[in-house]
């Protein structure tokens, strides 16, 4: 999908985002994902990067521990909601341009439902990877390969594809769960996903 689509799609989903992807997408990523992190994190204070942030639910449990979250998304509608929530910092941006956050600064970043519309994962995670600190954790929802024949605008994965690119950002698996992503809202699709947690073990360099 091109950005401009992407944009145009969550801007008129935004007002009712949480309710439709909670209800009749059965979407509950964002929380199985936050929760995971908090657990490896093992950390009082924490300083977190939710990529693709959306209205903020990928960040309500990072809220509850009290950490503080800098979140980035594309769609200004998106960004205007989250800004109901307690992000530290809202910043509105293509994930896939250099990130305006400071190298080396977060304790964990997430990106939860967003990978259907990256187009360059190797870039964006080695981007990531330049932005966590060392041992900084990355948790993150990759889409299933769809069953052949099927079409959906999403970009997908087989975990062959997907795991030497984690490996070449410079991240080592600590586990990888397999779960019910979410149902299409418009169609009757369901689309898988590989929740992974991941760590930062090298530094890589664009
Ligand atoms: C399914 S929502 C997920 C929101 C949130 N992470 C969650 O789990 O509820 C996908 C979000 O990714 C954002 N997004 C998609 N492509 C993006 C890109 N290239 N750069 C930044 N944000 C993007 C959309 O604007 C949308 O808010």
Known sequence: MELKEIKKMYSDLTKNYDKRVKNRGKYTAYKKMSLLTIKELK??????????????????????????????????????????????????????????????????????????????????????????KHEGIFAITIPKKFPKGSKAPYKNYYKKEIEPVFKKAGFKIIECKHFFGFKQLEGTRSIYYYGYLLKKVKSTSK
């Open 43 to 132: 950390l009082k204070n924490a300083k977190i990067l939710d990529l693709g942030c959306g209205t903020g639910l990928s960040s309500l449990e990072f809220f509850n521990k009290k950490y503080e979250v800098t979140g980035i998304d594309l769609t200004p509608e998106m960004i205007k909601e989250a800004k109901k929530l307690s992000f530290k910092k809202l910043i509105c941006q293509d994930l896939e341009i250099p990130l305006k956050v400071k190298d080396e600064e977060f304790d964990a970043a997430v990106i939860t439902g967003v990978m259907e519309f990256i187009k360059n994962p190797l870039s964006l995670f080695k981007e990531i990877n330049k932005k966590l």
